[in-house]
């Protein structure tokens, strides 16, 4: 019996991405930045599209179907619309934007026959309706309100509504310009961050701050009780200029805006973020109240990309009533790809579910014998270990607070490392955070790190009371326990929380194992997570990227596959050349 495979993709905006399902199972799924090296890379998904092909060994003519995230035919017509209301401020930006509609975003189907030869059907779905779909059928859940909050997508800005077995039905929405995603990338951008990109630096930020600009920022976004708001757009310039703002947001907020990724990062900053994560907690919180009324359940599922916001996610866990609660591991555009391709399995197709979501590891994995070939093409020093031996090794290291990179299996399917392609250390080490921050990430010191924790342990250092396997949860860490106050300093942030993630060995014996081992040594099954990456690129795909990641930092140590390399026996850097980088020597 043939297979049916549907193909999604989401692309144009940012983090491009395309997921394969194979009568309507995820086979693989995975970020064109992985690829083309681009960090939030916005352009159509070829790389990742050709991956899939090869490795399910497929052409276009194999493809029953492409599914697209959003309409955009319809969210061109939200521009034009937006450039005519706001005429003749739109001008520069409809002279800048408009013309990459007509090359791209308005030519889907001529890049597939272009790039790949596909000349089949292209479904397209609707973006807050895709996001909603990655949560809902990913969740496992039979009946559930669903809410996804963005920035924008053709018109929707925050949806609401109820799936049920197979169908998955939007009943509200707030519409463009008043957006909670666009009020926070304008505050990215007021902070002197990029908007896009570094939106997870202002939550980040916010435990330094205290909550006094808030009376300030409600000035700006009025919020009703039932959780729907209105923005004051005298303030806001993102309907038609190159800006976020206006100086009336300026004057609002009794400061102009720091300088883009330049400036001192002062208290004041550091309050504004804190006041903005209150009212983003303050939003979410009577959103996920009011989608859970209106669809008459306590299971929530959640996406977009404030999604993505963790703390928000934490504060509705304490915070409402809810049961079960469940958020896409690539809650942002990513994560349209795999809600356009459910959507046309299951509300066009008619197909029952057949899937519920265990783990994120839907990316590209690499056998020993491809990681051998890659360690001898740069030179490298590595001895391969049994499975024991292995993990009895990398505990060690973990233990003696040296830092270890992590590399197994399929990469992790958005935005969080889960113990795929990670940077791991020992939470116990008061200077950990910071040698980590310095050496290895090159980012911004006020940044925190995330802790994994054995899921059966994660009630004794954590106040939390369910699991978290995506680390889309941040919870109190608990000061008086086995090892006394601040017992995990490494993970714990100034405000004494830690975004967490609970593994339960099904989900990934061998990181399981390596936890398990670590605190067999310590008592403590806690380690740091970070992901493997340093500020400004993806997170490391292949070996070969694993291996410079590992080559250009200071990071100690590099398990990949079965070998270990330690950085006092490397040679020094030396790039292959073309004829061994493609096995022609």
Known sequence: MAHTWLLGLSCFYHDAAAVLLRDGVPVGAAAEEVFSRKKHDPGFPVLA????????????????????????????ERLLLSHVATFPRSFPQFVRGIPGWFATKLRIQHLLRRELGYTGPVLYGQHHLSHAASSFYASGLDEAAVLTVDGVGEWATTSWGKGSGNRLELTHELRFPHSLGLLYSAFTLYLGFKVNSAEYKVMGLAPYGEPRHVDRIKQLIHIKNDGTFRLDMRAFSFDYGMRMFTSRFEEIMGAPARPLENGELTQFHKDVA????????????????????????????????????????????????VENFFVQPAAGDAGGALGAALWAWHELLGKPRAWRQDHAFLGPSYTEAEIEAALNRYGAVYTRLDRAKLLEKAAELIDHSLVLGWVQGGLEWGPRALGHRSILGDPRHPEMRDIINMKIKMREGFRPFAPTVLEEDAAEWFELDRPSPYMLLVAPVKDEVRFGPRALPAVTHVDGSARIQTIRRDQDPLYYDLIKAFKARTGCGVVINTSMNVRGEPIVNTPEDAYRCFMRTDMDALVIGPFLLLKEQQPALRLPSAAEEFGLD
Request: charged content about 25%; aromatic content about 6%.
């Open 49 to 76: 599209i050709r991956w899939l092909l090869r490795e399910h060994k497929l052409s276009a003519k194999d493809i029953t179907g492409v599914a697209f995230y959003d309409k955009p035919l319809v969210k061109f």
């Open 274 to 321: 804190r006041s903005l994560q209150d009212v983003v907690n303050e939003v979410m919180i009577l959103l996920a109240n009011r989608a859970m009324d209106d669809a008459g359940t306590r299971n929530l599922c959640l996406a977009g990309g404030v999604a993505l916001n963790c703390v928000a996610n934490g504060e509705i866990i304490r915070n409402t009533n």
